[in-house]
């Protein structure tokens, strides 16, 4: 995966906190623990933003669009319930 380096700012307390998790091994350095945090937080939102949108949609409307045509479609069919096929492949 090809990576890129850039310079960021951030609060003393939290590169701190961030010290403390690097030093304790939970994360390699610094640049992988924010490229990890990035990433995650990226995922948060985009997960985020398609529940957004899926709560957009109203359930009996897409419901009716799903179903359009299927009362035509149903006669169209032969019967399989309590019917044996007699068609020929």
Do not use: H
Not at 11 to 17: A, F, G, I, Q
Not at 22 to 40: C, D
Not at 53 to 77: I, T
């Amino acid at each position: 995966m090809a990576t890129s380096k850039i310079a960021i700012t951030i609060e003393d307390k939290t590169l701190k906190r961030l010290d403390i998790l690097v030093k304790s091994k939970f994360f390699p350095n610094r640049s992988k623990a924010i490229q990890q945090a990035v990433y995650e937080k990226l995922n948060r939102k985009e997960k985020s933003r398609l529940a957004q949108e899926c709560a957009k949609l109203d359930p009996e409307f897409e419901q009716s669009l799903a179903e359009e045509g299927f009362s035509s479609e149903l006669e169209e069919w032969p019967e399989y319930y309590g019917e044996t096929y007699t068609g020929l492949i």
